[in-house]
């Protein structure tokens, strides 16, 4: 089993960069695939973008793709998600998730954290 906690989000202007952590407990991140998501107040939640566990591979949603990097650190059990070019649009509570087998389409996760606020100001 993992534990996972997210911090970095905050309140932006539109343009701006943030870059969001995942902090992961126990000695098995390297084992599990991660995935970030996100989930606006009265929508549904939206996947972001995935990372395998090697960190040698990456997917995104078109929404953010050329504008979010997803990242890992095994040595740190840290994840990360670089946004940049912010939009308004993007406000959101971003969540992290991890699931065994790493697969680019499938948004079944096995263990999520409680999310971290961003806001974008237009």
Not at 16 to 32: E, Q, V, W
Request: glycine share 12%.
């Amino acid at each position: 089993q993992v534990q996972l906690v997210e911090s970095g989000g905050g309140l932006v202007q539109a343009g701006d960069s943030l870059r969001l952590s995942c902090a992961a407990s126990g000695r098995t991140f390297s084992k599990y695939a991660m995935g970030w998501f996100r989930q606006a107040p009265g929508k549904e939640r939206e996947f972001v973008g995935t990372i395998n566990q090697s960190g040698g591979s990456t997917y995104y949603a078109d929404s953010v793709k050329g504008r979010f990097t997803i990242s890992r650190d095994n040595a740190q059990n840290t994840l990360y998600l670089q946004m940049n070019s912010l939009k308004s649009e993007d406000t959101a509570n971003y969540l992290c998730a991890a699931r065994r087998g790493y697969s680019a389409g499938d948004v079944r996760y096995d263990y999520w954290g409680q999310g971290t606020q961003v806001t974008v100001s237009s």
